[in-house]
């Protein structure tokens, strides 16, 4: 086989700028997402995922700024996601030059856009993110940024959104989110074996050996994480590499 | 002064492929377009695709496209990208089935689904950066490694029996045609606007291109 698996650093965006504390060494504005994503493309990130988490809609049209600054710069593939809530939402960043948008909340209050977008801009362009949460021996989905429990079953939920239309899944682990100690490799593994389509782990990343288990046991297709590179702690190269002596296929 | 004509039929993201070609050309102009006379006026076509085919092909045709993008493949240099090269071939069974524009011999199927490789689910769509292999050479592999990664994205794929005008196989699963060359087009399955500098290195190679091989 000779599909890479993929690593995509995740930036979050308020305002037109990246927060949660990008750390480069020599890079001159770390909130400059061009700067930022620059560097990420010159470590061979696989892609980058662009997470608007500005509440208000003015912001929004910054959002639209910043995918065009960064496709005009760099080419590997762009994913945005925060605040996206309808066919004109997206069409507004796939026009700006994204590649693909991810849907959260919206996907639950309106499936069917998931099956209008697929259908309209092809399914390749619409990820569904879903923020899952460990409730007894299965997970919830909440919505609105982790904020609101929905009592949908995660499990069926992105084999619903398979259904709908969905290309890819973005899965982040509530429970893990920011602890740093690894996926919920159960709870990828369960979506992962469920559903025909790409899934990306998320949450919870806090070592390279956690890259791994997120491939080999959890079986995503590609890992998503934050801080580990934005701190400067590893490089994608470096993460790549490791993970190649484990016997995953990257591209290096 | 001599320009580049994308061709728009309105689906997908073309500010992409746009900005990849300005990036390597400073000579000629990149037009983003809809209008037929700018596409027959062209040196260079670039034939992008995105979304299902069978709405492609009503697009081309609502945009009274078909007989100027026609015109380009027998003409000037054409480049098809992603669902740009599955539209070249007879036919497709996409949306029930769709009739392709017949330039290059072969056909156009779905990825199956539930295969496993090594115990391994290959997931559809075919999505991430996978080996190109070159079957001959041309002026558009030109600096660019055998064998090295592009970016691909997409469900159906296209396979022919046509050896000469297979540029390049990849193996997801089975094997299946990853670019394509008859004469003056060239076409790739995978994304050059989305493929780092190798990926710009084929769109460099292309702009420079006569159409000839």
């Known amino acids: 086989m000779a599909l890479a698996k993929r690593i995509i650093p995740c930036l979050d965006v308020d305002g037109g700028r990246v927060v949660k504390g990008v750390q480069f060494v020599g890079i001159v504005d770390a909130g400059d997402p061009v700067e930022v994503a620059k560097r990420y493309d010159q470590q061979k990130a696989d892609e980058l995922t662009f997470l608007d988490i500005t509440a208000s809609s003015d912001a929004r049209k910054i959002m639209v700024d910043v995918v065009k600054a960064v496709a005009g710069e760099v080419f590997i593939p762009l994913t945005v996601g925060g605040g996206i809530r309808d066919m004109q939402d997206i069409h507004q960043m796939l026009h700006a030059g994204a590649d693909k948008v991810s849907i959260n909340t919206a996907a639950v209050d309106n499936p069917y856009l998931v099956t209008e977008a697929s259908m309209y801009f092809g399914s390749q362009c619409i ?21 609101n429990p929905t009592g949908i079953d995660a ?50 990343v806090g070592k390279l050996e956690h890259l791994v288990s997120g491939i080999v ?32 296929e990257v591209n290096l | 002064m001599s320009h580049i004509a994308v061709v728009d039929l309105g689906t997908g993201n073309l500010h ?66 992603c669902l740009g090269l599955q539209a070249l071939y007879s036919h497709s069974d996409e949306d029930g089935g769709t009739t392709g524009l017949g330039i290059m011999s072969g056909n156009v199927r779905k990825f199956p689904i539930n295969q496993r490789l090594n115990n391994e689910l290959l997931k559809v769509p075919h999505m991430g950066w996978n080996r190109v292999q070159q079957c001959f050479s041309h ?75």
């Open chain 2, 139 to 213: 002026p558009l592999w030109t600096g660019i490694e055998d064998g090295i990664r592009f970016y691909f994205v997409h469900s159906y794929y296209a396979y022919s029996d046509m050896v000469s005008e297979i540029a390049a196989l990849t193996n997801y699963g089975l094997s299946f045609v990853s670019a394509a060359a008859h004469s003056n087009v060239f076409a790739v399955q995978f994304h050059p606007e989305k493929s780092h500098e190798q990926g710009l290195m084929l769109l460099h190679n292309f702009v420079c291109w006569n159409g000839e091989s």
């Open chain 1, 155 to 204: 499990v069926s939920w992105a084999q619903k959104m398979v259904d709908a239309g969905a290309g890819e899944i973005l899965l982040t682990s509530m429970d893990r989110d920011g602890t740093r100690d690894g996926f919920d490799i159960e709870l990828t593994s369960a979506v992962s074996d469920a559903v025909s389509i790409p899934v990306i782990a998320s949450g919870g």
């Open chain 1, 217 to 248: 046991e959890g079986g995503a297709s590609a890992v998503l994480a934050a801080s580990i590179f934005h701190f400067g702690e590893f490089t994608i190269e470096q993460a790549k590499q490791y993970m190649e002596t484990r016997g995953i």
């Open chain 2, 16 to 81: 992409s492929v746009g900005k990849a070609l300005q990036k390597v050309t400073a000579k000629q102009r990149i037009v983003i377009t809809s209008d037929p006379n700018v596409i027959t006026s062209a040196s260079h076509v670039v034939l992008p695709g995105q979304g299902a085919m069978g709405s492609w092909f009503r697009a081309l045709d609502e945009h009274d496209l078909r007989a100027a993008v026609v015109n380009a493949l027998s003409t000037c240099p054409v480049l098809g990208i």
């Open chain 1, 127 to 147: 990820v569904v993110a879903m923020d899952a949460k460990k409730n007894g021996s299965s997970w919830e989905i909440y919505t609105h940024g982790g904020r």
